[in-house]
């Protein structure tokens, strides 16, 4: 994997209003790779999803892409760097068929119609359920399908990095398993990958390198394989306490 961060952040910090979440911030995520963060509710995880993609302020601190400083940027802007945010609960136009909330994904693109048609048809070969239900509402789909909706609106960004917050979340074990094979492959395809994930094992097993947060800071760092085998993450994170 190339060693180029598609994103980095120095000391950043930010939170909502005068309530201060993170506090200083240092995280990479390189090219080609999928990147963890893992840790409890309330850890500021979501905060830093939303900081990134533009959402809530940046109080101070770096937030660097491919040389740009995008620590002032809006949402566009940021969207434009090729940053997309796929969010907690999906958040799909309910009352829109899976292809519209599909091609909502592609709105800031200036690509032709047939670039655009070849992402879909990327999207639905990857996501075969949605090809089976396009013209069918977003709010009727279950769980596993909507989030298959929403990554697949955010591949239609045509995306450098995706950022994915909450991939399991209330969905079976089988979905789960289907969601992180298309991660996979897209991953092997060249697509650089931010997950937050409260299934500990399964974002660890799933990313190149993973970061801990814990009120509001970046308290560990490793790649996947050594934070799974690190005894303090067991016992925090899996409940099993190595002796």
Known sequence: MADTPVIELQGLRAGYGEVQV?????????????????????AGKTTLMRALSGLIPIQSGSYRSDGADLSDAT????????????????????????ED????GAYLRTAGRAEISRDMDRVYATFPKLLERRNQAAATLSGGEQQMCAIGRGLMSAPKLLM???????LSPLL???????????????MSILLVEQDVTTALD????AYVMDMGRIVRSGSGAELLADPIIRDAYLGVLEE
């Open 22 to 42: 993170l506090w200083g911030i240092d995280l990479a995520v390189r090219s080609g790779e999928i990147t963890a963060l893992i840790g409890s509710n309330g």
């Open 75 to 98: 949402p566009a802007e940021i969207l434009s760097h090729g940053i997309v945010h796929v969010p907690e609960g999906r958040r799909l136009f309910g009352a829109m068929s899976i």
């Open 101 to 104: 909330n599909l091609l909502m």
């Open 164 to 170: 994915i917050d909450e991939l399991s979340l209330g």
């Open 176 to 190: 789960v398993e289907q969601l992180v094979a298309a991660l996979r492959a897209l991953n092997a395809e060249g």
């Open 206 to 209: 799933l990313c190149h390198a």
